[in-house]
């Protein structure tokens, strides 16, 4: 049972957690398809994009590929589900686009910055993310919630990506905090819930993505049940 009344400190995912990835990245690919000549029906395209892109992601987290093999494969597999043909110069050119322009779309989940702004009268914020460290630090200035965390820690920067003990620790080090007065509050119950509580944190999971029923710790499906949490 999580004890709200020993926590101290706060941190939040980024992706799937706060700022919403799905309806971003769809407006993203709205933008940047035409453009290049792109035809093809995008919901279509997007219901297989959003499977390759977490299950590189997983990979990419495992340590088993790249950055770069990460930003192509999930492009590369999802035309080919669509069965449309592509050359690596396209590719290269979308996936560049797509970088440049995702982090300029700004929408969030329901209820980030009521919920935010009810914490941070409470405790001290801080994001952990394996998202890329450019690219997070764009989406959060964009969205306007960098007032809200007193550090952000990136995989890319820390070295480690969740749910590696390491960058939990390093992030509790560096932010002065003790693990058993912290909550993580993610959407991956291996990266964040697991991954937190490995290194001797609390966890809220919130299942922005339907995971599967577990009882590793308090599950939420919107932001605001936070409030009766902490």
């Known amino acids: 049972m999580l004890e709200k ?24 690919f709205e933008k940047i398809l035409k453009p290049l000549n792109i035809q093809i029906e995008l919901s279509e395209f997007l219901h297989f994009y959003d499977d390759f892109n977490h299950k590189y992601w997983k990979l990419y987290r495992e340590n088993k590929i790249s950055q770069n093999t990460l930003r192509q494969q999930r492009l590369i597999k999802t035309f080919e589900a669509i069965d449309y043909s ?13 970088i440049e322009n995702l982090s300029t779309f700004t929408h969030l989940f329901e209820g980030t910055i009521s919920v935010l702004e009810y914490l941070k009268k409470k405790y001290t914020l801080h994001i952990i993310t394996n998202g890329f ?14 007032s809200y965390f007193q550090n952000v820690f990136t995989a890319e920067k820390v070295g480690y990506k969740k749910p590696h003990p390491i960058i939990f620790e390093k992030a509790l080090e560096l932010s002065k905090a003790i693990a058993a007065e912290s909550v993580m509050i993610g959407d991956s119950l291996e990266a964040d819930v697991l991954g937190a509580q490995n290194a001797g944190m609390e966890a809220i999971h919130f299942n922005s993505h339907h995971e599967a029923e577990h009882d590793h710790s308090p599950v939420i499906y919107n932001l605001e049940e936070i409030k009766r949490l902490l």
């Not at 101290?8 to 706060?18: C, G, M, Y």
């Not at 690596?88 to 686009?97: A, G, R, V």
């Open 86 to 98: 592509t050359t690596p110069d396209l590719i290269n050119k979308l996936s560049e686009q797509y």
């Open 133 to 146: 460290e450019v690219v997070q630090h764009h989406k959060i200035n964009n969205s306007n919630l960098s």
């Open 5 to 28: 009344s020993k926590i101290k400190n706060v941190f939040f995912d980024l992706d799937h957690t706060l700022w919403d990835f799905e309806k971003n990245s769809a407006l993203t």
